[in-house]
């Protein structure tokens, strides 16, 4: 059984920084694309970053610079550093396990869900 657990959302003033975890479980994530997503209420859920098992990387236009994805193969664990939060920023954000290659940025292409982390920026 798969299954990802997400962490260390939160609340956090407007320029301020967070690190999400999400620990897999049930498979080794070395051989898997990773990606996070968020959605925002009224929003459809959106490709923040996403990580190919050979360490090519894609961010949302409204992220780039601000935030970085990276993985720990040896621990199973994805990761999502996001510096410079904005309002803008605040949403449910879930990671997810995709194919074996690329970065596919729709939510079809990824098969495995964590129950999502709210992060909260406030200005």
């Known amino acids: 059984q798969v299954q990802l657990v997400e962490s260390g959302g939160g609340s956090v003033q407007a320029g301020g920084s967070l690190r999400l975890s999400c620990i897999v479980s049930?498979?080794?994530?070395?051989?898997?694309?990773m990606a996070w997503f968020r959605q925002a209420p009224g929003n459809q859920r959106e490709l923040v970053a996403g990580?190919?098992?050979?360490?090519?990387?894609n961010y949302a236009d409204s992220v780039k610079g601000r935030f970085t994805i990276s993985r720990d193969n040896a621990k199973n664990t994805v990761y999502l550093q996001m510096n410079s939060l904005n309002p803008e920023d605040t949403a449910v954000y879930y990671c997810?396990?995709?194919?074996?290659?690329?970065?596919?940025?729709?939510?079809?292409?990824?098969?495995?869900w964590g129950q999502g982390t709210q992060v909260t920026v406030s200005s």
């Open positions: 997810a396990v995709g194919p074996r290659r690329g970065l596919p940025q729709t939510i079809n292409a990824y098969d495995y």
């Open positions: 049930g498979l080794s994530i070395n051989t898997y694309t």
């Open positions: 990580h190919s098992r050979i360490g090519d990387t």
